[in-house]
């Protein structure tokens, strides 16, 4: 009997070159709900609510409190940079990939609940804030990469660009949902105690004691918990390969093989460079915006909210238009757009204060019963926020599509250990520049200059990918 060729459906399944099937539909589904399970807490804690929050409410000013946010991101970065490429070799020998899933989401669920209780005027609560975002940054990173690696087992290659495009717009849908609830129902103005629903805080939550903004932490966890359960129960998990102490030998040593052999994959290699930098840079960027906007324009959680929303919106499409086009055009050819434009919506956006716009053109100020965004400023910062949400998907979907095309044959799954590995292991290094050239500057807008060189030393790495 003839074998089974790779990708032959049987019974509505394609078996994959390794003898194995591809998942499900309920499992490729459940998948791309924990893109959208992780995303708010990068929507409601690390942009748009409680790190405006702690810049507005909490830090003594705005330039200390971004300082202070940006030592924590980095903090938070340098240890996903030092344990990711070992964790990752070690979950690549022995198979599994829930347990690491299961163990970060509950360490980012935890620490996000702490966040409630960081009050406003506590400056003596600043170190619990800190460490708990530290904390939950780093279990939301940790389980998005160990769900990252379980792609090239649930479709063939073909797909992956569809895939990954689709969890990102799905990621992006979730922050958006996640954060018109927060503003809705739950994040009120202090000086009307009224939601930008014109409600009510839910739950009889306190405006003045901003406890709807510190509620963004708790839900977070929970909508994490609901929405990733789909994955846990329906996503199939490669089969356990070594127990875990035999683990730990064989990933040591696989990742020293690996690492000992990049540089013989020249074309690879300036990928992965490539993807080290530019994720740098938008990792920054998303931290940075809302707090930029919170000392620039004096923006409150309902202007940033409202900011977000046309972001993740934005996002959303991008994200699923950029899947299309990955498979159309190509990743590489998607990257590149998306980096010119990151590019030129960073240079915008270095060109915007309270008072001016392109750096020297004078404008009038946001002002007091001016409405929301009335000044011209705050407008052309929104135009370029958008630009950076229509770009920032498609970046990120189409860089993990990229990685088949450029990853040797029969080494995919050990290439996304170090896809995840470049995208963390400077990831401290936007952050605590922006945190560093902010507090020598006393500028929060020259704290925003190393993000341009990141995103152009990205794409002069990626002119010399062949993919």
């Not at 807490?41 to 702690?54: G, W």
């Not at 990939?97 to 960081?118: D, N």
């Not at 102490?245 to 000992?260: E, F, P």
Request: proline share 7%.
């Amino acid at each position: 009997m003839a074998p089974i060729a790779p990708e032959t459906p049987i019974g509505g399944r394609l078996r994959r070159p390794d003898g194995g099937f591809y998942a499900p539909k309920r499992g490729v589904t459940g998948w791309i709900l924990f893109d959208p399970a992780v995303q708010p807490f990068f929507t409601l804690i690390t942009t748009f609510v409680f790190a405006p929050y702690f810049v507005a409410a909490v830090a003594p000013d705005a330039v200390t409190g971004q300082a202070l946010w940006g030592y924590a991101t980095g903090a938070a970065g340098l240890v996903i940079a030092l344990s990711s490429p070992f964790l990752g070799a070690v979950a690549d020998a022995s198979g599994r990939r829930k347990p690491w899933i299961a163990s970060f989401g509950l360490m980012m669920v935890l620490a996000c609940a702490a966040l409630w209780f960081v009050a406003p005027g506590r400056t003596d609560l600043i170190p619990l804030a800190l460490v708990a975002f530290a904390v939950a940054t780093i279990g939301a990173e940790f389980a998005t990469v160990f769900n990252n690696s379980m792609m090239p087992d649930l479709v063939p290659p073909e797909r992956l660009g569809r895939l990954s495009g689709t969890g990102w717009a799905a990621g992006y849908a979730g922050g958006l949902v996640s954060l018109a609830l927060m503003l809705g129902l739950f994040a009120a103005d202090p000086g009307t105690g009224k939601t930008l629903a014109g409600l009510d805080p839910a739950f009889g939550l306190d405006a003045a004691a901003r406890e709807g903004d510190r509620a963004s932490g708790p839900f977070s966890a929970l909508w994490f918990l609901l929405l990733a359960l789909p994955m846990f129960l329906f996503t199939p998990d490669a089969p356990k390969r070594l127990p875990f102490r035999a683990a730990l030998v064989a990933g040591a040593k696989q990742l020293k093989a690996t690492l000992a052999a990049l540089p013989g994959q020249r074309n690879a290699a300036f990928f992965l460079a490539a993807n080290m930098i530019y994720t740098d840079g938008l990792i920054a960027l998303f931290a940075f915006g809302g707090i930029y906007a919170v000392g620039a324009f004096g923006w409150g959680t309902i202007e940033i909210g409202l900011f977000g929303i046309l972001l993740t919106l934005t996002g959303t499409i991008g994200a699923f238009v950029g899947g299309r086009l990955d498979d159309r055009l190509g990743p590489k050819a998607v990257v590149t757009g998306a980096l010119v434009l990151l590019i030129t919506a960073a240079l915008g956006i270095l060109s915007i204060d309270g008072e001016h716009v392109l750096f020297v053109v004078e404008v009038g100020g946001p002002a007091p019963g001016d409405g929301l965004f009335a000044s011209t400023s705050e407008r052309l910062y929104i135009l370029f926020g958008i630009v950076i949400g229509i770009a920032a998907g498609p970046l990120q979907a189409a860089s993990r599509s990229l990685l088949v095309r450029v990853a040797p044959a029969g080494q995919t799954a050990e290439f996304f250990g170090l896809f995840a590995l470049t995208g963390k292991i400077t990831s401290f290094m936007g952050p605590l520049l922006v945190g560093l050239v902010t507090d020598l500057t006393g500028s929060q807008r020259l704290g925003l200059v190393p993000l341009v060189a990141f995103f152009a030393i990205g794409l002069t790495l990626l002119r010399r990918v062949r993919a």
